[in-house]
């Protein structure tokens, strides 16, 4: 699979336009300087983020099985991550921009570019 292919729970193979990450960090409530003036981290395990962009261009089917995906509730998603520098599997949850017609061609509605992320669920 390409760098830019996402699999949704083993079957379904969405190509983005565009990806991003986000590795969000929290400091716990340990964190801060001790009274002897020493820092202290308190890094609390953070839920991975994804974001895939999807141009003008993608047909109506295409654009069906995003929502599709939209759709659900939980799922598995294999992406290239590139912290790890390779495929890994985490369980996540999507999100979504409206998706917005921007005109009709040859009756097949051609939608403004959106974005669909996925949200880990439970912290590696």
Do not use: H
Not at 37 to 58: C, H, Q, S, T, Y
Not at 64 to 88: A, W
Not at 94 to 107: E, G, N, T
Not at 111 to 119: A, D, G, T
Request: proline share 4%; hydrophobic share 35%; aromatic share 8%.
């Amino acid at each position: 699979m390409k760098k830019y292919e996402v699999l949704i729970n083993g079957s379904i193979t969405l190509v983005a336009d565009n990806i991003s990450w986000e590795y969000p960090q929290t400091d716990g409530e340990g964190s801060g300087a001790t009274d002897e003036n020493m820092m202290i981290r308190e890094v609390l395990p953070e839920r991975d983020k994804i974001a895939l962009k999807f141009e003008k261009g993608k047909s109506e089917e295409e654009i069906r099985t995003i929502l599709q995906v939209r759709g659900l509730v939980e799922c598995t998603v294999n992406y290239y991550d590139l912290r790890e520098g390779k495929r890994i599997t985490r369980q996540m949850y999507p999100v979504s921009d409206a998706v917005q017609a921007a005109f009709l061609i040859d009756d097949e509605f051609v939608c403004e570019p959106f974005e669909l992320r996925f949200i880990q669920t439970v912290p590696a």
